[in-house]
C-alpha cells in the first residue's frame, strides 16, 4: 500500500524556467512533510518541509505548496538551474508516535542549459 | 560538523552468506534509522533507535535482519543469511532528537546479492 505517490518518474526542464514535482498522499493524518533532493551516490539530502497548519513554505529558490482537501503537495523550483538535476522524493510524517517518514518513489529533474 | 559515516559503500555477497553494515551518526544525535533503498523506489524505514532503545522496527524483517545501537552512538546492521532480494542500498540516517527533527542521511551502503 503506497501511502506517498510521486506518479511523473522523470521531468526535464529548460534552464531559468519553473520546475514543478508533484506527490499525493492518501492518509489523511499525515500532518507534516518533506522534499529531500539525491545525487547520485549520495543520501538524500533535505530540502524543505511544511506543517499541516500551513499551506506555503518558500526558502529561496524553492517553495512547497500543501492542499490538505486533495492531498496534495507541490514543489516549485524557480529559476531551475542544471545543478538541481537530482531525484527528489516527498516524504509525509505523522506526529504521533515515532514521527517517522514515508517516502514517496522519487522524481528524477532533469534541468537543461 | 563531520556528517553521517557509514562502511562499507560497496559490497557483493552470494545468497546465504551474511554481511554487516556500520554506520556513526552525526554526534550528539539521539536518534539513528536504517533505511533500506531498492532500486526504483523511495527509502524505507527497518529500524529506528532513540539512544540505545529501538522505538520502531516494524518493518524489519527479524527472521534474517538484525541492528544494535549498543552504546547509543554508532550502529551495525546485519543480515543473515541473505537473499537475492535484499539487494538495495542501505541508508543510514541520524537527527537530533525525535519529532520534527531533520533526519541527516549517510551515503548508504549499495548491496548486490548475487
Known amino acids: 500500500d503506497q501511502q506517498v505517490k510521486q506518479n511523473s518518474p522523470s521531468l526535464s526542464v529548460q534552464e531559468g524556467r519553473i520546475s514543478i514535482l508533484n506527490c499525493d498522499y492518501t492518509?489523511?493524518?499525515?500532518?507534516?512533510f518533506l522534499w529531500y533532493k539525491k545525487y547520485p551516490a549520495e543520501g538524500p539530502t533535505f530540502l524543505i518541509s511544511i506543517s499541516s497548519i500551513k499551506d506555503k513554505n518558500e526558502d529561496g529558490r524553492f517553495t512547497v505548496f500543501l492542499n490538505k482537501s486533495a492531498k496534495h503537495l507541490s514543489l516549485h523550483i524557480v529559476p531551475s538551474q542544471p545543478g538541481d538535476s537530482a531525484v527528489y522524493f516527498c516524504a509525509a510524517s505523522l506526529s504521533k508516535g515515532t514521527y517517522k517518514y514515508i517516502f514517496g518513489t522519487g522524481t528524477r529533474l532533469k534541468v537543461l542549459a | 560538523e563531520a556528517g553521517v559515516a557509514q562502511s562499507p559503500r560497496y559490497k557483493i555477497i552470494e545468497k546465504r552468506q551474511s554481511v554487516a553494515f556500520w554506520c556513526n551518526p552525526i554526534?550528539?544525535?539521539?536518534?539513528l534509522y536504517w533505511y533500506q533503498q531498492i532500486l526504483g523506489q523511495g527509502p524505507k524505514l527497518l529500524i529506528q533507535?532513540?539512544?540505545?532503545?529501538?522505538?520502531?522496527d516494524s518493518q524489519l524483517p527479524k527472521d534474517r535482519f538484525s541492528a544494535e545501537r549498543l552504546k547509543g552512538v554508532d550502529s551495525t546492521l546485519k543480515i543473515q543469511p541473505a537473499k537475492l532480494e535484499d539487494s538495495a542500498v542501505y541508508l543510514c540516517?541520524?537527527?537530533?532528537?525525535?519529532?520534527?527533527?531533520?533526519?541527516?542521511f549517510g551515503p548508504g551502503t549499495r548491496l548486490l546479492v548475487l
Open positions: 492518509n489523511s493524518m499525515f500532518d507534516y
Open positions: 533507535f532513540q539512544n540505545n532503545g529501538v522505538v520502531d
Open positions: 540516517a541520524s537527527s537530533l532528537d525525535m519529532g520534527w527533527e531533520t533526519q541527516y
Open positions: 554526534s550528539g544525535h539521539a536518534t
